[in-house]
Every structure is written in structure tokens, then in C-alpha cells.
């Protein structure tokens, strides 16, 4: 068999995060390096711009580029969130056969790792040779096949920020401020808000993940003793808390609305929130109470990513281009190893992809504090490193 | 009269900043270069630490604590938002009498400058002397006395900022976003946004400002037809947007919590986003609708101050003390006045206190576009040197 040159396409999926563009740009930065690839085409909205036809040539923009939209926020190629249908997938095929295409990358979470998969198992269905690999992103930080995902320390650091100056705020005004944080099924996020801490009485106080079953009981009696030993409280909540019945409270009180793959919308709405503030005025009899959530800004604030993060999204992409190429494996996305435990280290291995398709993972037990309103210094040695040093704040 | 050493206290009112604290470390580091001033007592917060004895000596701090404080967001000495009575005036005046208080400085804004007004008016109608000197802090920029107030450059950096990641998120997913930003009363920090723009069809595509009644019809048509032009929408909106019959909308939807300075509560709170969200999916049949309120992270945001708005609030503060030792005026504040239109430059003028209390500006006519919707040039040329650079962002 000759060697002849393979067309590429690349794409971004699913929410968007400070560094998805690393992935990008290093995955065509890599690719422009390589004899075996021949054009480089982004398609615009993920799988929609292959299905409409709508494609960037990425080998036309310079490196000063790429590199200015690398440290760009959000997903320079666009996004969708699209499960693809079978239907879909032929049509894709089609569009992928009249360009020679060979190559395909999807950079997001586990949606758009499963939808990834979706295309793979399908192409091989049909006949079609197509390496497909996912590139692992999402602040969630919930891909069962990373240590942590990229977009996941930026996010963090956006969140720790956010609470250490918080947290000063409510020193000056008193009260009980409740942020909600970002994280549909998983806590990790919201478990980042501990970062913000140095001082023995630095918020936030109390943490409640999706991982442990909210009492509302329980929540007043937490905030009631933060109250009388403090005279303040900064909480930092999940929107994806649920009761013990596992409905997530957010949902709730939201729209409703959902994505092809199912999720019920919680971010872009202060309801949780505000639901809190109000069961403290009224059962916690808290006179100053403010709610604020924390948003999109969580994954698009520009200028403040985590530098560790930013160079290990870059990475992720490269190591994708590079074990596509290298052909171990036809169907794979690219698994963040932990290497040291001791000095911050990490590996980029090519794995099955199904390891991160559609199933989540959950912050981990030892995590988690026995009181179910706080992390462990575990988790705090396992997230500092990635999340980065946060801007110093003194105090009298 | 032989010169007497007089005390003097300093303290923090009023929402913080990420900036007061500069001009608390400009007033101290000028303070401790003069020979007129014996202690430096700075009271917790605002006036209740004067009338609870609670005092930090503030000649103690070295000059680097001093520095990193500087640097923190939030209000150092702590704040309230307290009118002072009658009574807790002649308390004021016994405790300064105990202590040789001579100088009083306040950092705040319109309120807290009525706060010291009323200090200064009843001290003497007491016959105690005191200096009292309001020195100028809100990052709602609707002091009287000020071309701009220190505070709102950096809030207005974060708005600028966020409104900037936003923009490029909405490009990624669509719909329409909206943002509800800080301002009671003055749309200077919603303004703001439109310094996010770089490219023509960057957001924020629509402002709205408590300066124009807002129509809720008017609303609906205006997004009907950016949506009809651009495929996405966002939207900066002021917490204090109010109908024709001027009550703000967001006022209606709150908790009805007051301060003692009358003033309805509408930030920490997800209610007038939520709002808007609603009539836009009903009535304006906009499938994707999110909306963030920007809440405290506006005022309190670590790392990302503005230097311009750093360095004036550091002159402020050293400017209220050397005018106060100077002692032409007794009841003081300092002005903040543009010197030169084409070179950004300012100078710090002593002026009556009156200039600056309880009666606050609003956004002049001319920063506001004819469509009651957008700011205009003018607005741009006016806000930009007072925010800075903002993160570059790149697109394809």
C-alpha cells in the first residue's frame, strides 16, 4: 500500500471552555508538521458544519494566528450540541468520501466523545475507513478517562477567584452569600471554591456537591452554626445539587428545556440561587442574604486561564494528531495520566474511546468530607497544581 | 495657636470596590508623612466602629502590608451601610473627643458622602472641630463631584471583560444571551459593555440603560430584529432598567429589602434576568435563551483591576489628606476632573462636600445612542482610558 495523503477534519462540541482553542490549535500545529495529512478542514458547529458543508481551511492561517486564538475563550470553530443520528452519520460519511477524508478529531466532553463514537462504530458499520479520536475538554472535569480534563483548572481558577473575592466582600458586609457553580453531575467545580482559602476563617464555608443528597434541613443547621461561630457565611453550591430522590433541585425550578443528549438546562438561570437565599430568610431568619451564579463566565472569562491548563489542552490536541497517525488505534481519545504524585507531572496515552463516552465520572469519595459540606485536603493536592497560583489577597 | 498633633480616623462605607483600599492606603501613607497627624485609627466598619470602639492602628502595618492591601479587593476596615443619626453623631463626637480626633475620613460613595455631610454639618452645630473629608469610591460612577469615581474602571474592566468571553460563547452555541449588570440608579457599568466591541457584529448588540424607560415591547422587537440580522443576540442590561412609570422592574421582582438610606436591594439576586428570559422566550419565540446576573464578582474580582482606576484611587485618598491637613476647606470631598480631553489626564481638586453627597448623576444624554438601545461614541471615548486594555480575543 502506498502512503497517500489523508484530508483531516477537526471540530469543537458541547459547552465551551477558556482553552478548547489550545486543543485546536495544537492539534493543527501537529498536523501541519506531518507528510501524511494533506488539508486540514475545520467544520463550523461541530458536526452541523460537515452535514451543511461549512468548512475553515486551517492550514491558511499563520501560526501568529492560531496562537492569538489558542488564548481566545470558547470554541473558535463553534459548537453544537447533536447526537448524531444514523442518518446523520451516512450523510457524513458521504460528505467525508467526497473530500478524502481519514482523519477526524472532536474536541469535548463526554456528549461529543459519545457522538465521536457514534461516527466510529458507524464508519466501520459501513465500510468507510475513518480514524476517528476524540480530544478530551470540559470544566466539568468529569471524563472517566482523565486525571482532569482540560477547560477543568481554568474554570477552577475562574471559580476560585471568584470566591476568595467573595469572600473578602462578605467580610466587609456580612451575612450569608450563597455562589452557585457550574457542574450538572458532578462537584468538582464546585469543590475548586476550597482553593480560595488560606486563612483559617476564609470562606467558603460550607460546599455542597451533586455527589452528597441536600437536606434542606440539614443546609439551615449547617449555615446556622457557620452564623453563630463566623457572624458570615459564603457557600459555594453546585447547581447540580438534587435531594435524595436524585432529581437535581435546579431542574426543577428551571425551564425544562433539553439538549438532543438529554440534560435538562440549569446554567443561564439564577433560580437555585435565589430558591436558596429564600429558604434561609425564612427558616434560617438570616437578614442579609444575596445569591449570586457565577454562569457562563465560568468557562469564557478571557485573560485569567491557568497556564498549566492552556499547555496541557495544547498537548491533549497534539497527542491526538500524533496517535491518529501513528494508527495504534482507529477509534481512541487521549487519557490524562497522573504520572507523580509527588511532583506534578502528567502523561498523554491514546486509549479506547469508549472510555470517555456518555458515562461520567463523580467526585471521588476521599474528596469529600465526612461532613458532606466540605473537601478534603486530597482533593486540594489534587487540584492546586492544575488550577495554578491565585492572586495574593492581604488582610488585616 | 501653637500647632497641635490632631488624630485622625479613617474608615470604609457603602459597597466595596476592587480599588477602595488603594485610596485607604493612599490617606494612611500620606498621613504618615506629615507632621500634623499624631495616631492613625482606621474604624471597622464605617461609622459602627466608631461608635463600637473598634479600631486597627494603622501606623502599625508595614509599608509592604500596607501594599498588598492595597492590591485586595473588598473594603479592608470592613463597611455598613449606616445613616448617622443625631444621636450617633454627639457619640461620634464623645468618642473623637476621647481620642483628640481631629480629622475624619470617609471613603464611599454618594451615601457614604451624605454619611460624613451630616458628621461635618453636626459637629459644628456641636462646636467640636473636625476636619471631615469624604474621599470618592463607587463603581457605579454616579458621584456629582467626579468626571469618573475610582472603582469604576476596574468594574468596568470585569464587565467589559465578561460581556467579551460572552460574546465569543454566544458565537459558539447561538440564541441569546443576557447579562444583568450592577448599577442602581446610573448606567455607566452597563455602558461599559460596549468596550467589549472590536469587530462589527461583536456583542453586546443591545444596552439597556435605567436612563431610557424601558418598554418590554420595545425589548422583544429589538432582539427580534438583531436576532433577524446576526443569528445570536447579547444583551447588557442594568439591574435598575424601570418602566415609564419609573419603578425599577427588578425592584419589583426582589425581596423589598431596604437600607437605612432607602435603597431597594437588586443585586444578589437571579430574579430581573430570569424575567427578561421569560418574556423572550415566549413572546419574542427565541428557542435559546440564557441570562446571568454578574452580581458581586463585578465590585470584588481578584487580579484584574484596572491600573489607570488603581493608581487615581491611591491619588484620591492621599489628595483628601493633604487637603484636609491644609485645611482650607473643613468639609471636603475630592473632585475628580478630566484636565485634557485628547491626553488622558486628571487632576484631584478639594471641593464642598455637598458636591458629592446623596444626590447621584446619571448617564449624560450624549453617551446615549437615539435608539435607546446603545451608547455612542462619545460614551467610548470617555470610559476607554479609565478601563484599560482589555484581553485580546481572536476569531477565524
Known sequence: MTMKKMNMVIAQSGGPSMVINESLVGAVLEARQSTKVGRILGARHGILGILGNDYIDLRKPSVKKLEAIAETPSSALGSCRKKPTADDCRAIF????????????????????????????????????LV???????????????????????????????????????????????????????????????????????????????????????????????????????????????????????????????????????????????????????????????????????????????KVDQAEARAAGAAAVKAALKGELTKGTIAIVRENAKKYKVAFAPVPIQNAAKFTRSVPKEYIARNGH?????????????????PACEIF
Open 94 to 129: 458521504e460528505a467525508f468520501r467526497a473530500r478524502d477524508v481519514g482523519y477526524f478529531f472532536y474536541i469535548g466532553g463526554n456528549d461529543s466523545a459519545d457522538a465521536a463514537r457514534i461516527v466510529a462504530e458507524e464508519a466501520e458499520k459501513a465500510g468507510y475507513p
Open 132 to 306: 476517528v479520536y476524540h480530544i478530551p475538554k470540559t470544566i466539568d472535569n468529569d471524563l472517566r478517562s482523565c486525571d482532569h480534563t482540560p477547560g477543568f483548572g481554568s474554570a477552577a481558577r475562574f471559580v476560585a477567584s471568584a470566591i476568595k473575592g467573595d469572600d473578602l466582600d462578605n467580610r466587609a458586609l456580612g451575612g450569608v452569600k450563597i455562589d452557585v457553580i457550574m457542574g450538572r453531575d458532578a462537584g468538582f467545580l464546585t469543590a475548586a471554591a476550597a482553593l480560595a482559602r488560606v486563612r483559617e476563617d476564609d470562606g467558603p464555608h460550607l460546599i455542597y456537591l451533586p455527589e452528597v443528597p441536600f437536606s434542606e434541613a440539614t443546609f439551615v443547621k449547617d449555615v446556622q452554626a457557620v452564623m453563630k461561630k463566623r457572624g458570615r457565611c459564603v457557600i459555594a453550591v453546585s447547581e447540580g445539587i438534587r435531594g435524595k430522590d436524585g432529581v437535581p433541585i435546579g431542574a426543577k425550578l428551571g425551564s425544562g428545556e433539553t439538549d438532543s443528549h438529554g440534560n435538562v438546562q440549569m446554567s443561564g438561570t439564577g433560580a437555585l440561587g435565589d430558591a436558596l437565599a429564600k429558604i434561609l430568610k425564612e427558616k434560617a431568619a438570616v437578614k442579609r442574604v444575596r445569591a449570586d451564579t457565577f454562569g457562563y463566565l465560568q468557562r469564557s472569562f478571557p485573560g485569567i486561564a491557568s
Open 374 to 390: 466540605d473537601v478534603t485536603p486530597a482533593f486540594i493536592a489534587y487540584a492546586k497544581p492544575i488550577v495554578g497560583e491565585l
